[in-house]
Structure formats: structure tokens, C-alpha cells
């Protein structure tokens, strides 16, 4: 079992900045790759950015530029850091991890993120 636990969303100004984190515990060693994803209303939830255990990134062509991901295995926290944020950007993140022997997927519980014009 994993848990996740969110921080570091809010309300911001278009072209402001936020940083969030996400610290795991539970069984941390068995993370493989650890995300965000965002849901915004009325839209299926998407993957904002991804980062594997060995430190490979993969990002949304929408935050590409603006978002940085960043990992420590041995604190197991997960932070992006948004920079220029749109209003497009408003939305619900939430952390994710994925084992990496088995199928199996955990969520936090999520931040809200409100970027306004």
C-alpha cells in the first residue's frame, strides 16, 4: 500500500507561479514512476507530467516549458513547479504513483489549483 498526500495548491494570478508536493509513504520502495495528473470540470482527467524512478520526465505538450517535475527517492516527494500559469491551467491535481512489478496504481486525494484572469 501507498499513500499520497498533496500540498501547495491555491489561487493565483495568470502568469503567476505555484509549487506543488506530493509525499508518499508506505511502501515507497516499490514506486516505480510518479505523476500529476489534473482534472478540470467538466474534462476527463490528464496527465500533466511524469517522472520514473531513475529521473526520466515526460510532460503534456500544454505545460511544456512552464512545468518543471522533480523527484527525491529518499525523501519520496514528487514537486511541480508551475510557472506562467494560464487560467486554462485551473483545475484539480492530483499525485499518482505506479509500482513497478505490479498493476497497480495509487491517487492522492488531490489540490485544487485556480488560476484566475
Known amino acids: 500500500q501507498v499513500q499520497l498526500v498533496e500540498s501547495g495548491g491555491g489561487l493565483v494570478q495568470a502568469g503567476g507561479s505555484l509549487r506543488l508536493s506530493c509525499a508518499a509513504s508506505g511502501s515507497t520502495s516499490s514506486i516505480n514512476t510518479m505523476a500529476w495528473y489534473r482534472q478540470a470540470p467538466g474534462k476527463q482527467r490528464e496527465l500533466v507530467a511524469s517522472i520514473t524512478r531513475a529521473g526520466n520526465t515526460n510532460y503534456a505538450v500544454s505545460v511544456k516549458g512552464r512545468f518543471t517535475i522533480s523527484r527525491d527517492n529518499a525523501k519520496n516527494t514528487v514537486d511541480l513547479q508551475m510557472n506562467s500559469l494560464k487560467p486554462e491551467d485551473t483545475a484539480v491535481y492530483y499525485c499518482?504513483?505506479?509500482?513497478?512489478?505490479?498493476?497497480?496504481?495509487?491517487w492522492g486525494q488531490g489540490t485544487q489549483v485556480t488560476v484566475s484572469s
Open positions: 499518482n504513483a505506479v509500482l513497478r512489478f505490479l498493476p497497480q496504481q495509487y
